[in-house]
């Protein structure tokens, strides 16, 4: 049992904090622990986080969007530097409002990325459900955000030239399953699945980049649309 532990630990992820708010820092902390998780560290401000990433190389980090000395987007800063230097490591930002713009490009970013309100932590399974899907490669996205974007989606359907079948394959990634798994859901090869989501990155002129995470834009025109 005492062996069963250890190797708990052991396998525990490594998560560093960064929010200026002491109190909700300290919470975070105390409730990561309490779920098994690995605090290596805390920081207020974002240079101390780079640092603490830096020295204790954790496999997650939870950052604030604003932080210290001027508050607008030092967190979402430090995170895209963390994903430049790191890109190994889960990354969960967190506000205390929806702020489309620096979520949508957060969340280009690629996998293992998430965006979430505070408020949202109070739901503590649906905040470690969270943490455990970014670190297993996915991307979690507010369902605030959603509506959001929903609400200001664009005049022009830009999932017009979509045939039946490309949006059923696009509603597919939007629930996160990869090519094989929508070809057992649709009952066609993962060629044929592959062909789909080509031609889907196409119409939605989304060209090769290596820095954007052109699945992830898919889901959000997809999204958008809706």
Sequence with gaps: MIGDDREA???AVRIAIADDDVLLREGLASLLERSGFDVVGQAGDAVALLTLVRDREPEFVIVD???PPTHSTEGLDAARSI???HPAIGILVLSAHVEVEEAMELLAGGERIGYLLKSRVTD???FIDAIAR???GGSVVDPSL?????SARRRNDPLALLTVREREVLALMAEGCSNAGIGRR???TDGTVEKHVKSILTKL???ESPDDHRRVLAVIAFLEAR
């Design 146 to 150: 959603i509506q959001e974007l929903v």
């Design 83 to 85: 994903r430049q230097q």
């Design 186 to 188: 649709l009952w066609v």
């Design 65 to 67: 969007i604003r932080m």
């Design 9 to 11: 630990q052991q396998h």
């Design 205 to 207: 002129q989304l060209p």
């Design 134 to 136: 970014i670190g297993r």
């Design 124 to 126: 503590v399974s649906e």
